[in-house]
């Protein structure tokens, strides 16, 4: 008996020996709670500022622009030119605005037409070289065009026919010699003013030919600008009396002055650099501007009043104080080597 006592406590030993060991109990897993970071207590939300309203462009159907070549400023009055100083009277107008270097008459109506400085519109000559093409860029013909208005120039110098080679006529007279032609550029200007248009520019020679011959403000200069004014206001009945006056806005300027005592411009003198600019029509406002105006305002001026886009290219900006809206004091414009 007590044999078999002993082989059955063997048995239960041997038995417990080889059961599998219980795994420890595992621990549940703590997730991390998440603190949120109270946000501060809304602030009241500050008015807006007011957005100043600008007024919309002006209703202008088309732009007539008119350069005497060789204008300075101060001919206007001792030319009596009437009708100039009628539309400086209705409008806005600076006697101080800028041209280009070189003052040379194909640059600066380069710069004119297409709003950019002669390092951008390449055209720093000033003869008719036809090989050199025409002025790099897009140019107030261009965008005129592209809507369906028809674009004119009349000219009293070839050259200027490498303004751009997006106009639908272009006509010239030389008046430059003693010979009278057949057509003289009074009449060319007065049949397409009649035919209608959307941008038109006409160029008065003479009066930079005399300049060239007699000297700058001398009697036959200033009697060439009173004919040349004389005959704007035939192209101002004209539009009347076709229907195209109203709506027609006007930019009268030049390219260039003179110095009196040497006939030859080209230089950065300030009686070379320093010319007129007047607008007249819808929507402006009438008075002296005290914007610096440059010779490259001209195209983004007409743009402007025409609703057409401004090119982001272009060093010319619209004259906005021309329409009644605020000036900048401190605007920083024109080409190098030009200074008010």
């Known amino acids: 008996m007590k044999r078999f006592t002993l082989l059955l406590l063997a048995l239960i030993l041997a038995a417990c020996s080889s059961a599998p060991e219980t795994a420890p109990e595992e621990l549940p897993t703590i997730l991390p709670v998440a603190t949120l970071t109270p946000s501060p207590a809304p602030s009241a939300p500050q008015e807006a500022l007011p957005t100043p309203e600008l007024p919309p462009?002006?209703?202008v159907s088309?732009?007539?622009?008119?350069?005497?070549d060789g204008l300075r400023p101060e001919a206007i009055e001792l030319a009596?030119?009437?009708n100039?100083?009628?539309?400086?009277?209705s409008g806005?107008?600076?006697l101080r605005a800028q041209t280009v270097k070189p003052s040379s008459t194909l640059p600066a109506h380069a710069a004119m037409v297409t709003g950019t400085c002669p390092a951008k519109n390449g055209v720093r000559w000033n003869e008719y070289v036809p090989r050199n093409g025409y002025a790099v860029g897009t140019d107030i013909f261009d965008l005129a065009r592209a809507v369906g208005l028809r674009t004119v120039v009349v000219a009293g110098k070839e050259k200027l026919r490498q303004l751009s080679n997006g106009v639908d006529y272009f006509g010239w007279v030389d008046n430059s010699d003693d010979i009278e032609d057949e057509i003289s550029l009074d009449n060319m200007a007065l049949d397409q003013i009649k035919k209608g248009f959307g941008v038109m520019l006409v160029h008065f020679l003479d009066g930079d030919t005399a300049g060239h011959k007699n000297g700058w403000l001398s009697k036959q200069q200033l009697s060439a600008y009173k004919r040349n004014d004389q005959t704007l206001g035939r192209f101002i009945s004209a539009m009347k009396k076709s229907g195209y006056y109203d709506g027609t806005l006007f930019i009268i300027t030049a390219d260039h002055g003179g110095n009196t005592s040497n006939p030859k411009h080209g230089n950065v003198t300030p009686e070379a650099m320093t010319i007129p600019w007047v607008?007249?029509?819808?929507?402006?406002?009438p008075g002296e501007l005290q914007t610096q105006v440059y010779i490259m305002d001209t195209a983004a001026t007409a743009a402007f009043a025409m609703g057409l886009p401004l090119q982001p290219e272009w060093d010319g900006i619209p004259v906005y104080e021309a329409f009644g809206m605020p000036f900048d004091p401190l605007r920083q414009g024109g080409c190098p080597n030009v200074t008010p």
Not at 62 to 68: A, N
Not at 84 to 89: D, G, K, P, R, S
Not at 279 to 285: E, K, L, W, Y
Request: proline fraction near 10%; charge should be positive.
């Open 57 to 59: 462009p002006p209703a």
């Open 62 to 68: 088309r732009v007539f622009i008119v350069t005497f």
């Open 80 to 82: 009596k030119m009437t």
């Open 84 to 89: 100039v100083q009628a539309l400086m009277e």
């Open 92 to 94: 806005a107008y600076t």
């Open 279 to 285: 607008v007249s029509g819808p929507g402006v406002a």
